[in-house]
């Protein structure tokens, strides 16, 4: 017997149909002799929906309340598929974050998980229940519920499954696996039947949307048995591992995010603690930074570039702003949304001179400027324009993966 963790994504369960076929696949799973974990999320667009009022009402709504608002979608998912379950003649028991002793640090909107203690969760699998539990959320230890940000229902699976000692942790979306682009762009896009945890990691953080980054580094720090799968068919998916392809230097990907802005400061002294004193003020607003550029022009002066989530944007150009009058507005502030993020990825190939040639010289041919470059030893990264982001994916796809 196996106890397995299942997470199902928005769309997965958007409506009572997809319910009902998500029920039936949770159930046939247990009745092949496996114990049964399930996170789910929010609805379809549920969790927008609630922001888009939470907007409505006040401009700036106090993080507690946001997190009291949204983890509501969660848990109309969890009672809903619980029913399903039932109606299927399985007994079951659906929990919140809370319920399920998900402890989180004391941040709302982008909590991270401290601890959890899974006995409740333990005790009804031992009775033969499959549990349902809400993704996305957990409390602080003084009980005040939190959400764990973009992508935290990943987060809340793998999580689960390392807490319990699962055997495996399945990841179901809308798509057959990981794909070498996203299969909606890119025509000609092919599944991977595995793939680095590494590979996985720079592809998430890099605009792929199959996994959040967080779960796939807690896969591997705790050698998780990770797969991506579709909740719409019944084929076997991806599987993250340690994938060893030795010294060979392969591109396993390309990816495409859009979701980034990139905030520049401009003509700041030339002085040590500069950098510090911006980005320590970021880092207290929990504001994720990406790429990061320094231009050293003339005057003592420098230019300080880096890229965020337009989630972020409007703390980032606050703080940005404070910085500024910090310094007597000495410098200026410049941003643009209008950017996007084209990425390769593979093992090595930073070591291989050719493979960033043949990227700088597509983008050449294409006639796209590169704002910013970004590399580690499995990813090259370029910042461009986002109407020129379309074009570049898909010719990079085939340059390198046709």
Same mark, same amino acid.
């Given at each position: 017997?196996?106890?397995?963790?299942?997470?199902?994504?928005?769309?997965?369960?958007?409506?009572?149909?997809?319910? &009902?076929?998500?029920?039936?696949?949770?159930v046939d799973a247990k009745r092949q002799g496996n114990e049964m974990i399930v996170v789910v999320s929010a609805m379809g667009d549920t969790t927008d929906i609630l922001l888009d009022l939470a907007y409505s009402i006040h401009p700036n709504p106090n993080p507690r309340?946001?997190?009291?608002?949204?983890?509501?979608?969660?848990?109309? @998912?969890?009672?809903?598929?619980?029913?399903?379950?039932?109606?299927?003649?399985?007994?079951?028991?659906?929990?919140?974050? +809370?319920?399920?002793?998900?402890?989180?640090? #004391?941040?709302?909107? #982008?909590?991270?998980? &401290?601890?959890?203690?899974?006995?409740?969760?333990?005790?009804?699998?031992?009775?033969?229940?499959?549990?349902?539990? %809400?993704?996305?959320?957990?409390?602080?230890?003084?009980?005040?519920?939190?959400?764990?940000?973009?992508? +935290?229902?990943?987060?809340?699976?793998?999580?689960?499954?390392? %807490?319990?000692?699962?055997?495996?942790?399945?990841?179901?979306?809308?798509?057959?696996?990981?794909?070498?682009?996203?299969?909606?762009?890119?025509?000609?896009?092919?599944?991977?039947?595995?793939?680095?945890?590494?590979?996985?990691?720079?592809?998430?953080?890099?605009?792929?949307?199959?996994?959040?980054?967080?779960?796939?580094?807690?896969? &591997?720090?705790?050698k998780v048995r990770l797969v991506v799968r579709s909740s719409f068919s019944d084929n076997p998916g991806t599987l993250i591992c340690e994938d060893n392809l030795m010294e060979k230097v392969v591109v396993r990907g390309i990816s495409m995010d859009d979701n980034i802005?990139?905030?520049?400061?401009?003509?700041?002294?030339?002085?040590? +603690?500069?950098?510090?004193?911006?980005?320590?003020?970021?880092?207290?607003?929990?504001?994720?930074?990406?790429?990061?550029?320094?231009?050293?022009?003339?005057? %003592?002066?420098?230019? $300080?570039?880096?890229?965020?989530?337009?989630?972020?944007?409007?703390?980032?150009?606050?703080?940005?702003?404070?910085? $500024?009058?910090?310094?007597?507005? #000495?410098?200026?502030?410049?941003?643009?949304?209008?950017?996007?993020?084209?990425?390769?990825?593979?093992?090595?190939?930073?070591?291989?001179?050719?493979?960033?040639?043949?990227?700088?010289? @597509?983008?050449?041919?294409?006639?796209?400027?590169?704002?910013?470059?970004?590399?580690?030893?499995?990813?090259?990264?370029?910042?461009?324009?986002?109407?020129?982001?379309?074009?570049?994916?898909?010719?990079?796809?085939?340059?390198?993966?046709?």
């Amino acid at each position: 017997m196996a106890l397995i963790v299942q997470k199902f994504g928005g769309s997965s369960v958007a409506d009572a149909t997809c319910i &009902q076929r998500v029920a039936r696949k949770i159930v046939d799973a247990k009745r092949q002799g496996n114990e049964m974990i399930v996170v789910v999320s929010a609805m379809g667009d549920t969790t927008d929906i609630l922001l888009d009022l939470a907007y409505s009402i006040h401009p700036n709504p106090n993080p507690r309340e946001l997190d009291m608002l949204l983890s509501t979608g969660e848990q109309v @998912t969890i009672a809903l598929l619980a029913m399903a379950i039932d109606g299927l003649g399985e007994p079951v028991i659906s929990f919140t974050g +809370g319920m399920s002793g998900i402890i989180t640090e #004391k941040v709302h909107k #982008k909590a991270r998980i &401290q601890s959890i203690q899974p006995k409740r969760i333990l005790e009804a699998i031992s009775t033969g229940k499959i549990v349902i539990v %809400a993704g996305f959320q957990g409390v602080t230890d003084e009980g005040n519920i939190t959400t764990l940000g973009r992508g +935290g229902s990943d987060t809340t699976a793998v999580a689960l499954a390392v %807490a319990t000692q699962a055997d495996q942790c399945e990841i179901f979306t809308d798509v057959d696996g990981v794909f070498t682009a996203d299969p909606r762009c890119v025509a000609r896009a092919k599944k991977l039947e595995t793939i680095h945890y590494d590979e996985m990691l720079e592809m998430a953080k890099l605009g792929a949307g199959v996994l959040h980054p967080r779960s796939v580094e807690l896969a &591997q720090k705790n050698k998780v048995r990770l797969v991506v799968r579709s909740s719409f068919s019944d084929n076997p998916g991806t599987l993250i591992c340690e994938d060893n392809l030795m010294e060979k230097v392969v591109v396993r990907g390309i990816s495409m995010d859009d979701n980034i802005a990139r905030v520049s400061v401009t003509h700041i002294p030339d002085k040590p +603690g500069v950098a510090f004193s911006l980005f320590s003020q970021l880092a207290k607003k929990h504001i994720g930074i990406d790429m990061i550029l320094q231009n050293l022009n003339h005057e %003592a002066t420098n230019d $300080l570039s880096f890229t965020v989530s337009k989630d972020d944007l409007q703390d980032a150009v606050t703080v940005s702003q404070d910085f $500024l009058k910090d310094l007597n507005n #000495k410098g200026s502030l410049d941003v643009k949304e209008a950017v996007a993020k084209i990425s390769i990825i593979g093992t090595g190939i930073t070591s291989s001179a050719e493979i960033a040639s043949r990227l700088f010289g @597509t983008l050449y041919e294409l006639g796209i400027n590169i704002d910013m470059i970004s590399t580690s030893e499995i990813k090259i990264s370029c910042i461009i324009d986002s109407v020129n982001a379309v074009r570049a994916y898909e010719k990079l796809h085939a340059v390198f993966l046709e």
